[in-house]
C-alpha cells in the first residue's frame, strides 16, 4: 500500500522543488529598483495615513463571524432549494420544509440574541 504512494510523493518533491526554484530564480535574476515610493504601502492612491500596526475593533471580528455564518446558511439552504422538487416527488417535501424552517428559526434566534447583546451596533 505505501509503495502505491511513491509516484505521488515524487511528483510533489518535483511540483515543491520547481516551484522554490523559480521564485529563488526570480528573486536572484529580477530588477532591484528599490526606493521610498515602492517601499511605502498603497492606499487608493492617496498617501498613508498613521501606522500599518494600527488594531481592529473586537465588533468587527464580531460582524466577520456573523457574516460566516449567515454565508454558511446560504450554501446550505441553495442545495435544498434546488433538490426541493425531488422532496415533493418523493413525497417527503413537508419534512424537508419543517427541518429547513427549524434550521432558520435557529440562526434566527442567534441573530436576536446578537441584536439583543448590541453586536451590530458600532460606537
Request: charged share 20%.
Amino acid at each position: 500500500m505505501p509503495a502505491d504512494f511513491v509516484p505521488l510523493l515524487i511528483m510533489m518533491a518535483l511540483a515543491s522543488g520547481m516551484a522554490l526554484t523559480l521564485l529563488k530564480g526570480a528573486d536572484l535574476l529580477g530588477p532591484r529598483r528599490r526606493n521610498l515610493i515602492k517601499q511605502s504601502s498603497y492606499e487608493s492612491g492617496m498617501d498613508p495615513v498613521g501606522t500599518a500596526h494600527e488594531r481592529y475593533s473586537v465588533k468587527f471580528y464580531l460582524v466577520a463571524m456573523i457574516f460566516i455564518v449567515f454565508d454558511v446558511e446560504v450554501v446550505f439552504l441553495y442545495p435544498w432549494a434546488v433538490s426541493f422538487r425531488e422532496f415533493m416527488d418523493a413525497g417527503v417535501a413537508l419534512g424537508a420544509l419543517a427541518v429547513v424552517c427549524l434550521f432558520i428559526l435557529i440562526l434566527g434566534v442567534g441573530l436576536l440574541y446578537d441584536v439583543k447583546k448590541g453586536g451590530l451596533e458600532f460606537d
